[in-house]
Antibody, heavy 116, light 107 residues
């Protein structure tokens, strides 16, 4: 059974960089888009971006100037780096497996990130 | 970007009710529309993919329909675990946008 486990620092100051890691356990790493999403407090789900195993990435236009998503195929991990965070980046962040063009079918447990 | 409009934004219903949520895309997305269930403190769960396919593990009381720009999610016989927020998402193109969510509350 495929599992995604994510981790990263949960409390940041404005202007710092957010770093999150998501590790994939089980299943293929090469057949999917590895995705980051978030949910700010009181708001809906937001797609942040995705990478495949070769490092081909797609980013949300609203975040692309601050965003880097990268991948380490040998360790079956992918990463999110978001520069110059503000309070608006406070959210629950999730990693997920994107079985594109189908759905995000497996999700990490979520990481609460607070910028203050 | 493709805009996804979901309605209603919230609804109140009783156990056993039939509930329908609608999602409209700003352009034709074929059948590339998915539905997720999200409860507080937990990761979202996939319910329906590509309009009408039930995700493995999702109860059969959930069904989806539609095509092009208009889609719906139906819960036939609301159960206690179904009080949650539901989101549609298009995977036709990037960015893979979500609707704003529909919160299903107990009447």
């Amino acid at each position: 059974q495929v599992q995604l486990r994510q981790w990263g620092v949960g409390l940041l100051k404005p202007s710092e960089a957010l770093h999150l890691t998501c590790a994939v356990y089980g299943g293929s790493f090469t057949s999917y888009y590895w995705t980051w999403l978030r949910q700010p407090p009181g708001k809906g789900l937001e797609w942040i971006g995705e990478t495949n195993h070769q490092g081909s990435v797609h980013y949300s236009p609203s975040l692309q100037t601050r965003l880097t998503i990268s991948v380490d195929t040998s360790n079956k991990q992918f990463y999110l780096k978001l520069d110059s965070v503000t309070a608006a980046d406070t959210a629950d962040y999730y990693c997920a497996r994107g079985d594109i063009p189908r759905d995000m079918d497996v999700w990490g447990q979520g990481t609460t990130v607070t910028v203050s | 970007d493709i805009q996804m409009t979901q309605f209603p934004s919230s609804l109140s219903a009783s156990l056993g009710d039939r509930v329908t949520i609608t999602c409209r895309a700003s352009q034709n997305i074929g059948s590339f529309l998915n539905w997720y269930q999200h409860t507080p403190g937990r990761a979202p769960k996939s319910l329906i993919y590509t309009t009408s396919n039930l995700h493995s593990g999702a109860p059969s009381r959930f069904s989806g329909s539609g095509s092009g720009t208009e889609f719906s999610l139906t819960i036939s016989g609301l159960q206690p675990d179904d009080f949650a927020t539901y989101y549609c998402q298009q995977t036709y193109s990037v960015p893979r946008t979500f609707g704003q969510g529909t919160k299903v509350e107990m009447k």
